[in-house]
């Protein structure tokens, strides 16, 4: 017989040791959990994070080790309507500075400072302590200002700047967050209880995947020593770990209940499971850890640490479902179907009795297995003409223009940078010279300032002068520029490269040592997108040759292979398409809750493309696996196609709506970023399990036909498991053709 795969071994023992497999489990993920709170987040840096010329500048800005600045805030005051009576306005403003003067944690109140169009006057608000905490402190001024309001009500008076700002998005994006979490949790075990019409069988995948979860987050903290995470780690290690984990659980649960309703015993069902949908988590999982290590080779610290979380999630969910699950099913026994639904059981059971859902399947299946080729080239143009809006796809980051309106604070931001342009959007010139030559450099970018007064492209400077800032060793010297224009519009680009290509080089001409780079919003934006268009290629080629290798390897056949690399690649392109139809565009905007910014998040595609390669394994694997054992048991190709379609349809369906439900979720929150995300990967998702696995994959096997199976003779399997692979004389046959 030979030696029993790993997975069939790790399940058996399990099965047969359920409450040490058990209890083995809840301690790694307890350990993984608190050791990695205990250990703390290491958060990327400015060397982390440098990419282009941008990330010369903040470097060059971390390196003049500059005395943090301290938090600013503002009290706006404008007119309700018509123009402001400055006499009303400096006795509020006088009132104002009053009030928040005696607030506990401000450190001071500056002069007022009139608009130059006299539309409104700014009162700055200087905050003590830490800046990095100024928005967690902030509460206080805001009562201040909203008692001076109350005073003054013919008047518009209000907190605007960094600290309300942060204060008002981290509560608008927190309760985005708390969203997603709370409705993915009953949307997806909703679905579940639906697919199997009973409680526990529902709720295991959902606990696995939670308790995955829990313990990629203590590992990515620990891991953070060694890579710094980003921001988004967390939510990306709660969206892929709820995706994959409930999958990998659902795909062993069904497949136990198959052989259990078979006739097997308890263990028995279990080792089975173990052997097929055991081994096709295993193939899965090493696909995604491949395409998701892809994002290392980006030379970035944010997708560094994405990769790093997801990598850690998916491999616990697959540690998870040969182990403890098999423990978990074995000790449950029949348990595991009870508490039942009552209409949901008797449907669930009525389906898979009757044969109701093998025969829908069939019509759906029959133009892909009846007329194989014409199916194949009408479903591949399709796609390809749903790719096609990719190709004018552009990349920008969102700005603070494209965050949501909703909140109080941003109103006022719009009105405080329509009142004084030089607290919109800014260019920062970062210089590096000999200290000896401070004094030149400074008068430089000095006259450098006073040279874009009439120019459109900047702001005007406000009266206090250019805003130049020198490090305390004088070797480093900072200058912020204002532009009227928001981030990502054309005339903000235009006059990034203005600095970048003129005005800095000829302001510094001629200083002996000098080095400059230009940063800010608008270069973060220009730099990242190259960057990404850079990368894209290295990722992707990363990602195809290494899942082709697992493929051909795992499935004995470089048709097999091809053919998967290829279905993905036009799942992910008819992706983009969508992304760009949808949101370079205006007419889905009332229906999704956006504005437009005529272009996609700049990080979106490349780590779109990780995620659906990896994710898109999912069903492809496993659909080929049983595709394949019904090719083993000599059942010719046309019909193993349909059968193996037929018979995984239920689970991977199951698992495609809970995919689907959770990531459309995500398109519901806030930001335009997480939106695209969201729509993205449903989208995806939807399309490959659908038009791809209904339509393209059934009839290119079809057409195929043996051919599916042929693989160079190194490659092809020996001993026991060759009859798992090809009947005899089929293999008789591919080697006399080939």
């Keep these: ?125 200087t905050m003590a302590g830490d ?12 009562a201040a200002t909203a008692s001076v309001q109350a005073a003054h009500p013919d008047l518009r008076i209000e907190q605007v700047g960094g600290p309300s700002i942060n204060k008002a998005l981290d509560d608008t994006l927190g309760k985005d967050f708390q969203k997603a979490e709370i409705l993915s949790l009953p949307v997806t075990l909703a679905i579940l209880i639906i697919a199997f019409g009973a ?26 020593h060694l890579v710094p995470m980003g921001d988004a780690t967390s939510s990306v290690i709660l969206l892929i770990g709820l995706a994959v984990g409930v999958d990998y659980s659902l795909f062993y649960v069904r497949r136990e209940r198959e052989e259990r309703a078979r006739g097997k015993g308890h263990v028995d069902a279990v080792e089975i499971a173990a052997e097929t949908s055991g081994h096709a988590v295993v193939v899965s999982g090493t696909a995604v850890i491949i395409a998701m290590a892809g994002l290392f080779l980006a030379g970035d610290s944010t997708f560094s640490s994405l990769a790093t979380g997801s990598i850690l999630v998916v491999a616990v969910a697959v540690i998870g ?40 399947w069939r019509k759906i299946l029959s133009p892909a297995l009846k007329k194989p080729g014409i199916t194949l080239v009408v479903s591949v143009l399709a796609l390809l003409a749903l790719a096609g809006p990719a190709i004018g796809m552009k990349l920008r ?10 909140t109080p604070a941003m109103q006022a931001y719009d009105r405080l940078t329509a009142a004084y342009p030089s607290n919109g959007t800014n260019h920062v010139v970062a210089v590096t010279a000999p200290a000896s030559r401070a004094g030149e450099v400074k008068e430089a970018l000095a006259g450098l300032a006073r040279s874009t007064e009439g120019n459109r492209l900047f702001a005007p400077l406000e009266t206090t002068g250019p805003d130049i800032d020198q490090s305390a060793s004088k070797t480093v010297t900072v200058l912020n520029l204002a532009t009227p224009f928001a981030t990502r519009s054309d005339e903000a680009v235009d006059s990034l490269h203005e600095l970048r290509l003129r005005l800095v080089p000829a302001a510094l001409d001629g200083i002996p040592g000098v080095k400059y780079a230009v940063a800010g919003g608008v270069a973060e934006n220009e730099d990242y997108a190259a ?21 051909a390897w795992t499935f004995r056949s470089v048709v097999v292979a091809l053919t998967s690399i290829g279905l993905n690649l036009l799942s992910a392109a008819a992706a983009y398409g969508l992304l760009v139809l949808v949101f370079q565009n205006t007419w889905a905007e009332g229906l999704l809750g956006f504005t437009s910014t005529g272009a996609i998040v700049t990080w979106l595609p490349l780590f779109l493309f990780v995620v659906l390669f990896g994710l898109s394994m999912d069903y492809h694997v496993f659909v080929v696996s049983r595709i394949r054992e019904a090719v083993g048991r000599g059942v010719p190709t046309r019909e193993a196609v349909a059968d193996g379609i ?34 993205g990967l449903a989208a995806a998702i939807l399309l490959d399990a659908t038009i791809i696995r209904a339509v393209v994959l059934p009839s290119l096997m079809t057409l195929l036909g043996p051919a599916n199976w042929w693989a160079p003779r190194f490659m092809r399997p020996r001993g026991r498991h060759a009859a798992a692979s090809l009947p005899e004389e089929k293999e008789r046959e591919l080697v006399a053709t080939h």
């Design 397 to 406: 980051f969102p700005g603070i223009e494209d965050l949501p309106r909703t």
């Design 646 to 679: 037929v018979g995984s349809a239920g689970v991977v369906s199951s698992a495609a709506i809970v995919m689907v439900a959770v990531f459309s979720i995500f398109a519901t929150l806030s930001t335009i970023d997480m939106k695209q995300l969201g729509v």
């Design 531 to 551: 960057h990404i268009w850079k990368t894209l290629p290295v990722v992707a080629g990363f990602v195809l040759i290494l899942t082709f290798l697992v493929m």
């Design 131 to 142: 800046p990095d905490t100024a928005s967690d402190r902030v509460e206080p001024l805001r």
């Design 321 to 360: 479902s040969l182990t403890v699950l098999p423990a978990i099913l074995a000790k449950l026994g029949r348990w595991v179907d009870r508490p039942r639904v009552p209409f949901l059981w008797r449907l669930t059971a009525r389906r898979s009795g009757s044969g109701e859902p093998g025969r829908a």
């Design 199 to 224: 409680l526990i069988a529902a709720g295991i995948p959902v606990l696995l995947a939670l308790m995955s979860v829990a313990a990629a987050m203590g590992l990515s903290t620990l891991a953070s």
């Design 1 to 125: 017989m030979g030696k029993r795969p790993v997975t069939v071994r790790m399940a058996r023992w399990s099965a047969e040791h359920p409450w040490r497999a058990i209890a083995l489990w809840v301690v790694f993920v307890a350990v993984c959990f608190v050791g990695g709170n205990a250990a703390g987040t290491v958060e990327a840096t400015a060397q982390d994070d440098a990419i282009g010329e941008s990330g010369e500048a903040y470097v060059m800005i971390e390196n003049g080790k500059f005395a943090d600045e301290p938090a600013v805030d503002n009290v706006l005051i404008t007119s309700l309507s018509g123009k402001l009576d400055l006499d009303k306005a400096g006795a509020a403003a006088k009132d104002a500075a009053a009030k928040l003067g005696a607030v506990t944690g401000v450190a001071s109140v500056g002069e007022p400072i009139p608009a130059r169009d006299g539309s409104a006057l700014l009162v700055p608000i």
